[in-house]
C-alpha cells in the first residue's frame, strides 16, 4: 500500500501545454503541403525543364551510343569478310544487321578506319572507329 501512496494522485498532474507543440504542427504541415503542391507541378509538366534539359541530352547520347554499337558490330564483320573498310556502306552494314537503325550513316570508311554517323533530337553525333567513343558533333 505504502507503494500506491508514493504514487502521484491525478490531481498533482500539472497539464501540459500545447501552444509551441501547436505552432511546430502547422509549419511541418504547411513545408509538406509546399513539397506535395511542388511535385504535383512538377510532374504535370510534359515538356524539358531547364533543370531536366542535361538528362534529356544524356539519354540521347546514350540512345546513339547504342545505335553505333550496333553499327559497329556490323562494320567489325564487314572488315572480317573484306579485309578493309573501302567501300562499306549503309547498305553493305545493313546486310550484316537488317534492324540498324536508319539514322546511322557511313559517313567515311577507308582501308582501317571509319566515321559513323546519326542525328538525334537535332544533334549530330559520330563515332570513329573502330574502338572511338560517341561524341557530339559530325565526323
Known amino acids: 500500500m ?5 504514487a502521484a494522485a491525478p490531481s498533482d498532474v500539472v ?5 509551441g507543440a501547436h505552432l511546430v ?17 512538377a510532374g504535370s ?7 531536366s534539359a542535361p538528362a534529356v541530352e544524356q539519354a540521347v547520347s546514350v540512345q ?3 545505335d553505333f554499337r550496333e553499327a559497329s558490330t556490323a562494320a ?7 579485309g ?3 567501300g562499306m556502306t549503309q547498305a553493305a552494314l545493313r546486310s550484316y544487321d537488317a534492324a540498324l537503325p ?22 549530330v553525333y559520330s563515332r570513329h572507329g573502330p574502338g572511338g567513343p560517341t561524341t557530339a558533333g559530325p565526323c
Open 64 to 66: 546513339a551510343d547504342a
Open 76 to 82: 567489325t564483320a564487314y572488315f572480317a569478310d573484306n
Open 102 to 123: 536508319s539514322d546511322v550513316v557511313v559517313a567515311t570508311a577507308s582501308g582501317a578506319a571509319y566515321c559513323l554517323q546519326a542525328t538525334a533530337q537535332g544533334t
Open 84 to 86: 578493309s573498310y573501302d
Open 45 to 51: 509538366s510534359t515538356t524539358a525543364t531547364p533543370s
Open 25 to 41: 504542427s502547422l509549419l511541418i504541415g504547411l513545408v509538406v503541403l509546399g513539397l506535395g503542391a511542388k511535385l504535383l507541378l
Open 2 to 6: 505504502n507503494l500506491l501512496k508514493a
Open 15 to 19: 497539464p501540459m501545454t500545447f501552444r
